[in-house]
């Protein structure tokens, strides 16, 4: 079974530009979830999707960030404009139920300088 | 220049002993607890997990221990291998679904 794949794996950008990362889950998984992780700090989640619903976003910082999920499968996470505290690793995960356990790709690094 | 992230606890045992990592949860209402480990520049791998209604599971070489009187889990590892050197965490389920995770803790195993 193929895990969950992101994309890209690295991301260097400069303060004020713009990064969108993809996220395909595990197939049939209904629930998506994207998490940041601070270097030395466990993952903080951003928001969960229910099929292309949103769960949850209460910590995503929206003057800044927003995500996607259009048709319940693929999901796409943005950051406009990027600020240097961004610089994280972003981690997607899915379950099949709302309720199960998270599937975790490799994440996406990005920097900002 | 890169921040200063928070400092992680650490753990270092020697190869064949048995480790113990502990996690102090914030939810008395949390219902599902799973731990993971994490390997330099990958994703968490969910290792074993446990609902509220039980105090203890059993998995190959670990075992989780959960103790709601006082809001704390901890993991054990048997026979610690090479392997096993990662950083571990422990994530809490909320009412609404939501997975939360804690600080972590590195664990070195010393050949």
């Known amino acids: 079974e193929a895990g969950v794949a992101q994309s890209p794996r690295y991301k260097i950008i400069e303060k004020r530009q713009s990064v969108a990362f993809w996220c395909n889950p595990i197939s049939g998984h209904a629930t998506l979830y994207w998490y940041q992780q601070i270097l030395g700090q466990g993952p903080k989640l951003l928001i969960q999707?229910?099929?292309?619903?949103?769960?949850?976003d209460s910590q995503l910082p929206k003057d800044r960030f927003s995500a996607e999920r259009l048709k319940g499968v693929d999901s796409t996470l943005k950051i406009q404009p990027a600020k240097l505290e961004d610089s994280a690793v972003y981690l997607c995960?899915?379950?099949?139920?709302?309720?199960?356990?998270?599937?975790f790709g490799e994440g996406s690094r990005l920097t900002v300088l | 220049g890169e921040s200063v992230g928070l400092h992680l606890p650490t753990l270092s045992v020697q190869e064949g002993d048995n480790s113990i990592i502990n996690c102090a949860y914030s939810?008395?209402?949390?219902?599902?607890f799973i731990w993971y480990k994490q390997e330099s520049g990958k994703g968490p791998q969910f290792i074993i997990d446990i609902r509220s209604n039980m105090d203890k599971r059993q998995g190959q070489r670990v075992t989780v221990l959960l103790n709601k009187t006082v809001k704390h889990l901890s993991l054990q590892i048997a026979a610690t291998q090479p392997g096993d050197s990662a950083v571990y965490f422990c994530a809490e389920k909320s009412s609404g679904n939501q997975f939360y995770f804690g600080t972590g803790t590195s664990l070195t195993v010393i050949p």
């Open positions: 995960a899915s379950s099949l139920a709302r309720a199960g356990e998270l599937f």
């Open positions: 939810n008395s209402a949390s219902d599902y």
């Open positions: 999707f229910q099929n292309n619903g949103v769960v949850d």
